[in-house]
């Protein structure tokens, strides 16, 4: 796609035009739930709760979800250190997820991994990670082993524009090309790679163009239109799916917060954006009111419906709080329980 046709993918025949008005709502509904789980994570970083840092998700919420709802459980991901967003598309269990952050025996990692390191493989979340870029090796075998065992299971790598610029990006993309991997890579290029921005730290002006010297499909797509993205990712899938290869996805987002806060870090009474302007700009296009506006206009919710939602996320949310708390924390002696198996 040329840069024109950042857009582009909505133009013409849509998969997301498909979707029956319940998937739509619980698109709705999953993106709210990431943001408001991560509002209360950051509540609970301020309460001394939460013991780790946390990385929210706020403003990225579209990717996540539309990526994820042209999966299959049985098709894998790899994800960032800001996470959350992708763990909850593919179907994680929010009590778990609390439980980990809190450092309790009943997280999906017994309380040992934190916030950057939930992985289920029952859903097919290979794990979120700490080291920037590590998902793109971990995703690249997992897509081998596909092909390795005639299956047609498609592995999705999430990663930053700060990713980029180093050195596992370009292997593993030579790698998918010339091992026709059924791989989809998705970068999320929010503007900041911590406190740096793209134009500060890549030559290139557009990152879908790094797949070109490998002859990879590419896409350009707005990150904040839910459907979009769902329409983008399906047409990759598929193409994994099928046996043609990888695709590059950019989708261009904006984080609408801190990079990360924690006991340490400490948590700012307001967030302060480097560029007003920009920030405004993309406060009018939050993802979730975006899909709000086009549910409403599609006469698919009212406003009471979207309100429901709301109160029910809440409360799943509050239940999870709950759990998280009544679970009791690991004994120092399980610290190396589960580094190790007795299956090999």
């Given at each position: 796609m040329t840069e024109s046709d950042i857009f582009g993918i909505r133009a013409g025949s849509r998969a997301s035009d498909m979707l029956p008005p319940e998937r739509l709502i619980e698109l709705y509904r999953q993106m709210l739930m990431m943001r408001r789980f991560d509002e209360r994570c950051l509540e609970l970083v301020a309460d001394k709760v939460i013991?780790?840092?946390?990385?929210?998700?706020?403003?990225q919420e579209a990717i996540a979800a539309g990526v994820?709802?042209?999966?299959?459980?049985?098709?894998?991901?790899?994800?960032?250190?800001?996470?959350?967003?992708?763990?909850i598309a593919k179907g994680a269990r929010i009590d778990r997820m609390m439980a980990e952050l809190c450092g309790r025996i009943d997280g999906y990692c017994r309380g040992i991994g934190g916030s950057m390191h939930i992985a289920d493989f029952e859903i097919g979340m290979l794990g979120a990670n700490g080291i920037v870029g590590?998902?793109?090796?971990?995703?690249?075998?997992?897509?081998?082993?596909?092909?390795l065992r005639d299956s047609d299971e498609v592995s999705v790598c999430f990663f930053s524009d700060g990713a980029v610029g180093g050195g596992p990006f370009h292997e593993v993309l030579n790698l998918a090309a010339l091992w026709t991997l059924p791989m989809v890579f998705v970068c999320e290029n929010n503007g900041w790679a911590s406190g740096s921005t793209p134009e500060?730290?890549?030559a290139a002006s557009s990152i879908a163009s790094f797949a070109t010297p490998y002859d990879m499909a590419q896409l350009t797509l707005d990150g904040n239109d839910v459907l979009a993205m769902y329409d983008g990712a399906t047409c990759a899938v598929d193409a994994a799916r099928a046996g043609r290869g990888p695709t590059l996805i950019e989708a261009r987002t904006y984080r609408m917060g801190v990079h990360v806060?924690?006991?340490?870090?400490?948590?700012?009474?307001?967030?302060?954006?480097?560029?007003?302007?920009?920030?405004?700009?993309?406060?009018?296009?939050?993802?979730?009111?975006?899909?709000?506006?086009?549910?409403?206009?599609?006469?698919?919710?009212?406003?009471?419906?979207l309100?429901?939602?709301?109160?029910?996320?809440?409360?799943?949310?509050?239940?999870?709080?709950?759990?998280?708390?009544?679970s009791a924390y690991p004994e120092p002696e399980s610290a190396l329980s589960i580094l190790f198996t007795e299956d090999l």
């Open positions: 013991h780790g840092g946390v990385h929210p998700y706020f403003g994820c709802a042209a999966l299959t459980k049985r098709d894998r991901i790899a994800s960032t250190h800001r996470g959350h967003g992708h763990t590590a998902g793109l090796p971990i995703t690249a075998g997992s897509a081998l082993a596909s092909v500060e730290t890549l806060v924690s006991p340490r870090v400490g948590l700012p009474a307001a967030f302060a954006p480097d560029d007003p302007a920009t920030y405004d700009h993309w406060a009018a296009r939050d993802p979730i009111n975006l899909l709000s506006v086009e549910l409403r206009g599609r006469g698919i919710t009212t406003e009471q419906d309100v429901r939602v709301e109160n029910s996320v809440r409360t799943e949310i509050d239940a999870a709080v709950r759990f998280a708390q009544a």
